[in-house]
């Protein structure tokens, strides 16, 4: 029977590095474009003592998807042992030998989200992000993990109140999410590229629903980070979004190929979408379409 391994997925977004006001209008329909260039196959980049290389990226048009792999090879020394029956002593050789793994991720050109596998010990989660962006920053691309909006939503349901709340925002792409529309006309008025918002009160903040709640959904989307302060009774809770990151978990079979390995990567992509804030229902919709 074929061997079974669970693997997890990781959700980030891919943006432009250039989150200039002024520059975000025109950016969003050029990033098919910018990835194209970062994606490229005959780059390699160095990390750790171990050469990334990408394989061709397989663009699928008719569902806006990229799937490609991103891995490492590492030229090392293999030790031999030995023993010469002949002369009753222990020799000892080394030949070349090369060590390397690789990891399947997927880009959504609408949504600009990423999906990609954490491969254990020798590919770690942040180790294939940090070397992923070497090769955008070369198209004025970068990628930052999803804080999990949900895990906030049930901190918040968990606490009695909450007596202090900061946020840190950069102007996001290719736009805030469906309930940040304050934020949103804060950011513009005073023309901001970056925006903090903190507020505390020992009685209570009213969070849910209001300008923070926007806040902490639109820092969710790559685009920042948010911690808070709460309490049960009189035991202080707290939350960091820098800790809480969207993840998923991928079944794959031994003999899967690349093709499978990344729908599965895609479909798990698509289940967890909906839960992203970007694509939360929004009764007063942004009439210019910015989600």
């Known amino acids: 029977m074929p061997r079974r391994s669970s693997r997890t997925i990781w959700l980030a977004k891919v943006s432009f590095i ?60 293999h030790a031999e042992i030995d023993y010469d029956d002949e002369k009753h002593v222990w020799i000892s050789s080394e030949s070349p030998a090369r060590q390397g793994n690789f990891a399947h991720f997927v880009i959504d ?41 949900r895990e906030f939503e049930a901190w918040l349901s968990e606490v009695d109140r909450v007596t202090r709340f900061r946020v840190t925002l950069r102007q996001p792409n290719p736009g805030y999410s469906k309930r940040a529309r304050q934020v949103r006309e804060l950011a513009g ?13 020992s009685a209570g903040l009213n969070v849910r629903d209001t300008l923070l709640d926007g806040a902490a959904d639109t820092a969710s989307l790559g685009n920042g980070s948010y911690r808070a302060t709460g309490f049960v009774g009189d035991k202080r809770r707290f939350f960091d979004s820098a800790k809480r990151f969207v993840s998923g978990v991928i079944e794959v079979v031994q003999g899967d190929s690349a093709q499978t390995i990344g729908s599965k990567i895609r479909d798990l992509m698509n289940e967890i979408a909906p839960e992203v804030p970007r694509h939360r229902p929004d009764e007063d919709a942004h009439p210019d379409g910015d989600v």
């Open 18 to 77: 250039d989150r200039r006001p002024s520059q975000l209008a025109l950016m969003h329909e050029r990033f098919p474009e910018a990835l194209e260039r970062a994606l490229d196959a005959d780059r390699q980049e160095s990390y750790y003592g171990r050469e990334w290389r990408l394989s061709e990226p397989a663009w699928d048009e008719r569902d806006g998807v990229v799937y490609a792999q991103l891995g490492f090879r590492r030229r090392t020394r």
């Open 109 to 149: 050109l609408n949504s600009q989200l990423l999906a990609f596998e954490d491969r254990g010990t020798d590919l770690k989660r942040d180790s294939f992000l940090h070397v992923l962006k070497q090769f955008l920053a070369k198209a004025g691309l970068e990628a930052n993990l999803l804080s999990d909006a």
């Open 189 to 201: 008025e005073v023309e901001a590229e970056r925006l903090t918002i903190e507020a505390e009160s």
